[in-house]
């Protein structure tokens, strides 16, 4: 860890003032906010990150879960313990509080909040280890994951300069539930859909979002889910708790009269940003809920997959996950 | 079958809590890293970047200037360290020879290249990383993948294998290999030096105090009797703590040199690189049988890896050649050499990842038979050791299959693969047998009694979480009387009277012989004091007494006695000392004409959910012939810790080097998977306690170790009912598992 100046924001403009003279707000950034710290100490204690300028922003009033007219508007520093437990999000998105709970220990999800978990970062070991050549951190050095133990990362979204995994549960059910970000800036606020929050690596993975200096996540929307809507989150690793997923799937389906008439699918564990799937949605649409509609939905979700050497296995992992996860909600 | 008291001796065989238990749950145990000491300052390694080559370059002068910083020691100012000769009769171990700083060669990722001290922990890691260092780097070969090349050693040969084999009617001829592990105890390896220009005292993170005092006085150029060692609690070892590793001589040199205490504890990621591991090992086994299941021939031919200017084996057939019957066997084993740091041992070395492949061959022999595994087993129980000719000291190895089986109620297995269900879940039952040698070390042990009444038991061994402390105290009790709550262990310090380390499952039998002498020979000054003119019993032969309760009796009176410390008082006697000591095992007159082990088995249940290529093991039985169990709380929990690393060692552990730079790469515990408290099975763990006399007087063996051995084989063996996929690469993985062709 390198040395560093530590305030802390007493409001909103504050924060954003304090932050917005960063030239960027993607790897390497100069100002960084911290809220649970969960993903940002680690990678100070890494020097993966190296903010001169650390901005506690756990005093502003960015805690609350309101249920509104239209949804749920979720403070950016609500922690993924409580957002798990809320009474409207277990009973209104379980998706949301199952994915939340297959995450991480119990002790991170008192620490981590929802803005954090927005911005978690890759577990790629490269990224990890300031020795190894990696394009997200060091743009221009080369990816020593490609050729290398590849085994967790991507086979959707990937590019020749960056195989890395986006490693978040929440943000595969924010996908599936049509979630927004309400970030403020320099020039006010804004609302984002959560399907262009985050961007592909392309030949520039050093970029992750769409966040610009002085940007402050304040919240997350959810729209109320059409009526009857079943969502469920299945997550499939190695070992029964505290792992990053191989494969997720996250699932909001409504059947109508027998049929499917609204339907969001997402997979996590295997795409460089969480991985929505209008391939997928598009198969299952108008459809039974049947196997051979989520075997279709299955076959088109990982049509573009691309393996590395180690990780092919990850497709059909996925593919069994995503009807299985089809299944559950629809039975 | 272990009752609550089976010896009708109170303070041996029962359920005792540990006597360090409250310190340790109040957070009072002081670890070796807790100690601090006025002027400590804190010392952060700098480690190679490459595997293999040379430092060309190193620059420190920017590092040098930052805040806090004191000293940067490299090669050049380090100053001496000596070299211990590899040959030294045991006396001086250790798994990595060359002092740290002594070349500018590096033979693997993370070799220490320079160490700085500073005032805080933070300020010397932020120098650390500045420290500029360039080199020569050599393309590394880490490959997993063994050939042999260099020369084999026969570790035991019978009869004639090749013939035993080729003409057997049914052959198994498979490779099996098990990965590099990586021992990861919670407490990190750590050392806390202190030097007061004449005298060295070093907090260590150890499982053997002694060799690590005479291996520190060694390097460090002084007398053993200027050099001590304090380890009073250790946050679990696992083997790795065994011999020392470099950081102990950097801690230990800087506080030479900078006249200071210094604080060195490595990091989670240092202990993938630079605290050893087991190696990886690649095996083939062949086995010849006839029709009826009888083995006509065992070979088992076992390559491991090893570093570039180590010889450390693993000794895969450990266990081999006195577990079946078999008129022919041979166990070969040779090293490969790799540019990965030195290995070590981690629990139960060789038969651990030896009884994978033994066992798992033994199953794959009785697939072939389409006969049971267990029937298998129990057709080929030997009556002796085959290997040497000798009879087994204690060996129940029977015993452990038939009731093992029936606890497990494996009679209901139907062998068919994939065929036993619940729901969407298949159900598979798989079986091991394991072993462990049995030994005792030499011990030296005082056991004073006190004027209050209390006792306290001083030997230079260390409690590495095993529950030493406790089965001390229970010795002690035993052998005269004083409750539990009045006796203090004094060990883990090398001024104490020398005693064993703690590896090989040896610390409770070779305690016993000495602490039963050092007991008596406490008891008899007490008798003395009691019979000497003017005292409570006056004029009565010694021999007339009896101690009972801790109270000093004449035979046959039924009257209340004297408490010992009573007699003590009487005397004007502060306190008693009586001092034992027992060699070596190897030493005993009937050394060579019994063969000690310890024996057990394992019976698995996994459930496979082929939908969701979810794998987990549900339920173990589990069945240990230990020689007699001195303390029926800390053996379980001893056998219990063992059988969930063997989870981890089934299906999760395997330290992953990167092919080009030759780094563990998944050097942290979220990418090195262990198993969590979520993927813990069902446990029921029978001890059968037939005490093994020849041993030692209460007939205990040791437990630490054999509870690890066999469980991977009966997982695999189990997955392989499940799924019909024979796993001979651990770990088992999903992508493994995704071949099956079991479907529901």
């Known amino acids: ?331 | 079958m272990l009752t609550s008291n089976p010896s009708g001796m109170p303070f041996i065989g029962g359920r005792f809590a540990r006597v360090d238990g409250p310190l340790k749950v109040t957070g009072r145990a002081e670890y070796s890293s807790d100690y601090n000491f006025p002027g400590l300052l804190y010392a952060v390694p700098v480690c190679a970047t490459i595997s293999t080559g040379k430092i060309t370059h190193m620059d420190t002068s920017h590092a040098i200037k930052m805040p806090g910083v004191h000293e940067i020691f490299t090669r050049a100012n380090i100053g001496p360290l000596q070299r211990v000769p590899k040959h030294n009769h045991g006396q001086m171990i250790l798994d990595e020879h060359r002092p740290p700083l002594a070349d500018d060669v590096i033979r693997y990722w993370g070799q220490y290249v320079a160490v700085v001290v500073a005032d805080t922990f933070e300020q010397a890691t932020a120098a650390a990383r500045r420290v500029h260092v360039e080199y020569d780097a050599h393309t590394p070969d880490v490959r997993m993948a063994m050939t042999t090349g260099g020369k084999t050693d026969i570790d035991s040969h019978r009869g004639d294998t090749q013939t035993g084999f080729s003409t057997a009617p049914v052959k198994i001829d498979q490779t099996y290999s098990t990965p590099i592990e990586t021992h990861n105890p919670i407490e990190l390896h750590a050392s806390v030096a202190t030097w007061d220009g004449h005298n060295f005292t070093l907090y260590e993170t150890t499982q053997s105090i002694m060799n690590h005092r005479r291996v520190m006085a060694a390097m460090l150029g002084v007398p053993v009797e200027r050099m001590r060692i304090v380890m009073k609690f250790l946050g679990s070892g696992f083997g790795g703590k065994l011999w020392p590793w470099p950081h102990a001589l950097l801690a230990a040199a800087a506080a030479r040199n900078l006249e200071r205490p210094i604080k060195l504890v490595v990091s989670r990621k240092m202990m993938f690189e630079d605290v050893g591991h087991r190696p990886n090992t690649q095996q083939r086994m062949r086995l010849g049988a006839d029709h009826d299941g009888r083995l006509l021939s065992l070979q088992q031919d076992y390559l491991c890896s090893t570093a570039p200017n180590e010889n450390n084996k693993e000794p895969c057939g450990e266990a081999t050649p006195f577990l079946y019957s078999t008129p022919n066997l041979r166990v070969t084993g040779g090293l490969v050499r790799r540019d990965i740091a030195p290995s070590t041992a981690m629990r139960g070395p060789g038969a651990v990842p030896g009884l994978f492949a033994v066992e798992s061959a033994m199953d794959e022999l009785a697939v072939a038979l389409d006969m049971d595994p267990v029937q298998l087993r129990q057709r080929n129980e030997p009556k002796i050791d085959e290997s040497r000719n000798v009879p087994f000291s204690s060996r129940h190895m029977s015993e452990c299959l038939s009731e093992g089986a029936k606890k497990f109620g494996w009679d209901k297995r139907n062998p068919k693969i994939g065929s036993m269900r619940e729901g969407d879940t298949i159900l598979g039952w798989g079986m091991a047998s394991c072993a462990w040698m049995a030994a005792r070390l030499p011990a030296d042990v005082s056991v004073e009694l006190h004027a209050d009444n209390t006792a306290r038991v001083l030997s230079a061994t260390q409690d590495i979480g095993t529950g030493t402390y406790t089965v001390l105290a229970q010795l002690v009790a035993e052998y005269t009387g004083i409750p539990l709550d009045r006796i203090t262990v004094d060990i883990g310090d090398s001024k104490l009277p020398p005693g064993p380390l703690s590896g090989g499952s040896m610390v409770t039998a070779s305690v016993i012989p000495a602490t039963k002498q050092a007991a008596e020979a406490a008891l008899h000054q007490v008798m003395q004091a009691a019979t000497q003119p003017g005292a409570a019993f006056a004029g009565t032969a010694m021999d007339e007494l009896r101690v009972e309760n801790g109270r000093v009796r004449r035979k046959g009176d039924a009257g209340n006695g004297r408490s010992l410390g009573s007699i003590l008082a009487d005397a004007h006697l502060d306190r008693v000392s009586g001092k034992g000591s027992s060699k070596s095992s190897s030493k005993d007159a009937d050394a060579d004409k019994l063969s000690f082990h310890s024996y057990g088995t394992h019976f698995v249940e996994v459930r496979w959910q082929p939908r969701i290529a979810r794998l987990r093991v549900h339920r173990l039985v589990t069945m240990i012939d230990g020689g007699r169990i001195i303390n029926e709380r800390t053996a379980r929990n001893q056998i219990e810790g063992a059988i969930v690393m063997g989870v981890g060692m089934a299906l999760f552990e395997q330290t992953e080097y990167d092919a080009r730079s030759g780094a563990p790469i998944n050097s942290n515990l979220a990418d090195y998977l262990v198993a969590t408290h979520a993927d813990q099975p069902a446990l029921d763990v029978t001890f059968l306690d037939y005490p093994d006399y020849a041993l030692n007087p209460l007939g205990a063996r040791g437990v630490g170790e054999i509870g690890l051995a066999g469980v991977a084989p009966a997982i695999a063996n189990a997955v392989y009912h499940a799924t019909g996929v024979r796993v001979r690469q651990l770990p088992i993985r999903i992508e493994d598992l995704l071949q099956s062709r079991v479907s529901v």
Not at chain 1, 211 to 226: F, N, R, Y
Not at chain 1, 232 to 239: A, I
Not at chain 1, 253 to 261: A, E, N, R, S
Not at chain 1, 275 to 283: C, D, I, K, L, M
Request: charged share 20%; hydrophobic share 45%.
């Open chain 1, 1 to 331: 860890m390198q040395a560093f100046q530590f305030m802390r924001a007493n409001s909103i403009q504050h924060a954003i003032g304090a932050a917005a003279h960063a030239s960027t707000a993607q790897q390497g950034a100069s100002v960084r906010y911290v809220a649970g710290g969960t993903t940002l100490l680690d990678l100070m204690k890494l020097d993966v990150e190296y903010p001169q300028l650390v901005i506690d922003i756990n005093r502003l009033p960015l805690g609350e879960v309101e249920h509104t007219a239209t949804g749920l508007k979720i403070g950016a520093l609500v922690r993924n313990a409580d957002l798990a437990q809320h009474p409207v999000v277990k009973r209104d998105y379980p998706v949301l509080s199952e994915a939340l709970l297959s995450g991480a220990s119990g002790q991170l999800r008192n620490m981590a909040t929802t803005s954090g978990n927005l911005l978690q970062r890759t577990r790629c070991m490269y990224f990890r280890d300031t020795a190894m050549a990696c394009n997200k951190r060091q743009p221009g050095s080369g990816c020593a994951a490609i050729a290398g133990v590849n085994r967790m990362l991507a086979v959707l979204g990937t590019s020749e300069h960056c195989i890395a995994t986006n490693p978040s549960d929440m943000n595969v059910a924010l996908m599936a539930l049509d979630a927004s970000v309400v970030i403020h800036g320099l020039r006010g606020e804004r609302q984002v859909p959560i399907g262009e929050f985050f961007v592909l690596p392309g030949g520039d993975p050093q970029r992750e979002n769409v966040l610009e200096p002085g940007d402050l996540i304040t919240h997350v929307l959810l729209p109320a889910p059409p009526a009857g809507t079943r969502s469920h989150y299945l997550k499939l690793r190695d070992r029964a708790s505290y792992e990053f997923a191989l494969a997720s799937a996250a699932v909001a389906v409504q059947v109508v009269d027998g049929h499917i008439q609204h339907v969001r699918v997402a997979l996590g564990g295997v795409g460089t940003r969480p991985w929505r799937s209008p391939e997928a949605e598009q198969a299952l649409k108008g459809r039974a809920p049947n196997e051979t509609a989520f075997t279709a939905a299955a076959e088109a979700a990982l049509r573009d997959a691309r393996p590395q050497s180690q990780n092919a296995f990850k497709i059909e992992l996925a593919r069994r996950c995503l009807r299985h996860a089809l299944a559950t909600a629809t039975a």
